[in-house]
T-cell receptor
Framework: DADVTQTPRNRITKTGKRIMLECSQT?????MYWYRQDPGLGLRLIYY???????NKGEISDGYSVSRQAQAKFSLSLESAIPNQTALYFC??????????FGPGTRLTVT | GDSVTQMEGPVTLSEEAFLTINCTYT??????LFWYVQYPGEGLQLLLK?????DKGSNKGFEATYRKETTSFHLEKGSVQVSDSAVYFC???????????FGAGTRLFVKA
């Protein structure tokens, strides 16, 4: 089984809808991250969490919120989706050597 | 602030050709450097890393050497295969920093 899983893998939603992307990990890592990937822009950090009680904004947090329900679960919400949030979203964890472990991604389309 | 710059793609090569993907960085202190690879439809996975100057990371025939004097971490492979077609990301993590900084990615196509 995959160490980092994301659900859903694909989602199409309409402008203004609230949507939640979920991430679970079995690696036992405290650190978890949400990124979005856009063509030519690499990965940009949305939020990160170093433990259940520690949540921090990344470089592009506007329009997003997160919840760390447990060490193994970190969800990303779009409160009111807009078309420019169409992107590929990745959850990741990291170990003490700073190596990151990524989920398979969620492709989100906002129409 | 810290940053990573890598060569724009796409890079198109024939099978068994030599590969170089350039990566340079800007950082204070002594960052750890990484190359990640993203195969079609998948998340990124660590390819190799180096944690101090002059270290060479290697994996699956790929190599990269941490050059502090030129602030570079170029990725090389002597003979690419079709299965190496993917997007490659250079990244750095600075000591005490809270996040990993990724380059924009370089797409590699290898033709049979």
């Amino acid at each position: 089984d995959a160490d980092v899983t994301q659900t859903p893998r694909n989602r199409i939603t309409k402008t203004g809808k609230r949507i939640m992307l979920e991430c679970s990990q079995t690696k036992g890592h405290d650190r978890m991250y949400w990124y979005r990937q856009d063509p030519g822009l690499g990965l940009r950090l949305i939020y990160y969490s170093f433990d259940v009680k520690d949540i921090n904004k990344g470089e592009i947090s506007d329009g997003y919120s997160v919840s760390r329900q447990a060490q193994a679960k970190f969800s990303l919400s779009l409160e009111s989706a807009i078309p420019n949030q169409t992107a590929l979203y990745f959850c990741a964890t990291s170990d003490q050597n700073h190596e990151q472990y990524f989920g398979p991604g969620t492709r989100l389309t906002v129409t | 602030g810290d940053s990573v710059t890598q060569m724009e793609g796409p890079v198109t090569l024939s099978e068994e050709a030599f590969l170089t993907i350039n990566c340079t960085y800007t950082a204070t202190g002594y960052p750890s450097l990484f190359w990640y690879v993203q195969y079609p439809g998948e998340g990124l996975q660590l390819l190799l890393k180096a944690t101090k100057a002059d270290d060479k990371g290697s994996n699956k025939g790929f190599e990269a050497t941490y050059r502090k004097e030129t602030t570079s971490f170029h990725l090389e492979k002597g003979s690419v295969q079709v299965s190496d077609s993917a997007v490659y990301f250079c990244a750095l993590k600075n000591t005490g920093g809270f996040k990993t900084i990724f380059g924009a990615g370089t797409r590699l196509f290898v033709k049979a």
